[in-house]
Nanobody
Framework: QVQLVESGGGLVQPGGSLRLSCAVS????????MGWYRQAPGKERELVAD???????NYADSVKGRFTISRGNAKNPVYLQMNSLKPEDTAVYYC????????WGIGDYWGQGTQVTVSS
Protein backbone atom coordinates (compact mmCIF):
# COMPACT_ATOMS: atom_id res chain seq x y z
CA GLN A 1 0.00 0.00 0.00
CA VAL A 2 1.03 3.56 -0.65
CA GLN A 3 -0.06 6.21 1.84
CA LEU A 4 0.06 9.95 1.28
CA VAL A 5 -0.02 12.46 4.12
CA GLU A 6 -0.33 16.17 3.47
CA SER A 7 0.98 18.87 5.78
CA GLY A 8 1.51 22.61 5.77
CA GLY A 9 -2.05 23.83 5.65
CA GLY A 10 -3.46 26.42 8.00
CA LEU A 11 -4.96 29.88 8.35
CA VAL A 12 -3.28 32.70 6.46
CA GLN A 13 -4.19 36.28 5.64
CA PRO A 14 -4.85 37.34 2.06
CA GLY A 15 -1.56 37.93 0.28
CA GLY A 16 0.23 35.44 2.49
CA SER A 17 2.04 32.23 1.63
CA LEU A 18 1.95 28.58 2.57
CA ARG A 19 3.95 25.58 1.50
CA LEU A 20 2.25 22.21 1.32
CA SER A 21 4.16 18.95 1.58
CA CYS A 22 3.14 15.43 0.71
CA ALA A 23 4.83 12.58 2.56
CA VAL A 24 4.74 9.14 0.98
CA SER A 25 5.06 5.83 2.77
CA UNK A 26 5.12 2.40 1.18
CA UNK A 27 6.93 1.16 -1.89
CA UNK A 28 6.48 3.29 -4.97
CA UNK A 29 9.04 2.79 -7.73
CA UNK A 30 7.83 5.45 -10.09
CA UNK A 31 4.67 7.30 -11.11
CA UNK A 32 3.09 9.01 -14.06
CA UNK A 33 2.30 12.25 -12.22
CA MET A 34 1.86 13.72 -8.77
CA GLY A 35 -0.47 16.57 -8.17
CA TRP A 36 -2.43 18.77 -5.83
CA TYR A 37 -6.19 19.04 -5.97
CA ARG A 38 -8.54 21.12 -3.88
CA GLN A 39 -12.16 21.04 -2.91
CA ALA A 40 -14.03 24.01 -1.52
CA PRO A 41 -17.37 23.64 0.30
CA GLY A 42 -20.15 22.97 -2.17
CA LYS A 43 -17.78 22.61 -5.09
CA GLU A 44 -16.25 19.72 -6.97
CA ARG A 45 -12.66 18.68 -6.47
CA GLU A 46 -10.43 20.43 -9.00
CA LEU A 47 -6.84 20.10 -10.16
CA VAL A 48 -4.55 22.82 -8.82
CA ALA A 49 -1.25 21.66 -10.28
CA ASP A 50 0.54 18.49 -11.25
CA UNK A 51 3.99 17.39 -12.27
CA UNK A 52 4.96 14.36 -14.32
CA UNK A 53 7.75 11.96 -13.58
CA UNK A 54 9.78 13.83 -16.18
CA UNK A 55 9.14 17.17 -14.53
CA UNK A 56 6.51 18.65 -16.81
CA UNK A 57 4.18 20.90 -14.84
CA ASN A 58 0.59 21.90 -15.36
CA TYR A 59 -1.41 24.54 -13.46
CA ALA A 60 -5.00 25.62 -13.18
CA ASP A 61 -5.47 29.06 -14.71
CA SER A 62 -6.62 30.43 -11.36
CA VAL A 63 -3.24 29.74 -9.71
CA LYS A 64 -0.78 30.41 -12.53
CA GLY A 65 1.89 32.83 -11.46
CA ARG A 66 1.08 32.37 -7.77
CA PHE A 67 1.56 28.66 -7.05
CA THR A 68 4.57 26.50 -7.82
CA ILE A 69 4.67 22.72 -7.76
CA SER A 70 8.05 21.09 -7.32
CA ARG A 71 9.62 17.70 -6.87
CA GLY A 72 11.33 16.60 -3.68
CA ASN A 73 12.91 13.39 -2.49
CA ALA A 74 11.49 9.88 -2.28
CA LYS A 75 9.78 10.47 1.08
CA ASN A 76 8.45 13.92 0.24
CA PRO A 77 8.18 13.77 -3.53
CA VAL A 78 6.07 16.85 -4.16
CA TYR A 79 5.54 20.31 -2.72
CA LEU A 80 3.17 23.14 -3.48
CA GLN A 81 4.37 26.67 -2.78
CA MET A 82 1.40 29.00 -2.61
CA ASN A 83 2.01 32.74 -2.73
CA SER A 84 -0.32 35.73 -2.96
CA LEU A 85 -3.12 33.67 -1.47
CA LYS A 86 -6.68 34.81 -1.97
CA PRO A 87 -9.86 34.01 -0.03
CA GLU A 88 -11.04 31.98 -3.02
CA ASP A 89 -8.09 29.64 -2.49
CA THR A 90 -9.75 28.42 0.70
CA ALA A 91 -10.30 24.68 0.38
CA VAL A 92 -9.13 21.27 1.47
CA TYR A 93 -6.01 20.45 -0.51
CA TYR A 94 -5.31 16.85 -1.48
CA CYS A 95 -2.14 15.18 -2.69
CA UNK A 96 -2.56 12.64 -5.48
CA UNK A 97 -0.30 10.20 -7.25
CA UNK A 98 -1.41 8.85 -10.60
CA UNK A 99 -0.06 5.66 -12.10
CA UNK A 100 2.04 4.72 -9.09
CA UNK A 101 4.06 1.59 -9.75
CA UNK A 102 4.21 -0.55 -6.61
CA UNK A 103 4.99 -4.20 -5.79
CA TRP A 104 1.22 -4.75 -5.92
CA GLY A 105 0.61 -3.20 -9.32
CA ILE A 106 -0.24 0.20 -10.71
CA GLY A 107 -2.73 2.50 -9.06
CA ASP A 108 -3.80 5.98 -8.04
CA TYR A 109 -3.66 7.15 -4.44
CA TRP A 110 -5.00 10.09 -2.45
CA GLY A 111 -4.08 11.71 0.83
CA GLN A 112 -6.61 12.71 3.50
CA GLY A 113 -6.28 16.39 2.77
CA THR A 114 -5.11 19.51 4.58
CA GLN A 115 -7.24 22.58 5.19
CA VAL A 116 -6.12 25.90 3.77
CA THR A 117 -8.08 28.94 4.93
CA VAL A 118 -7.35 32.41 3.58
CA SER A 119 -9.06 35.04 5.67
CA SER A 120 -8.38 38.33 7.39
Amino acid sequence: QVQLVESGGGLVQPGGSLRLSCAVSGSMFSFNAMGWYRQAPGKERELVADITGRGTTNYADSVKGRFTISRGNAKNPVYLQMNSLKPEDTAVYYCNVAGARTPWGIGDYWGQGTQVTVSS
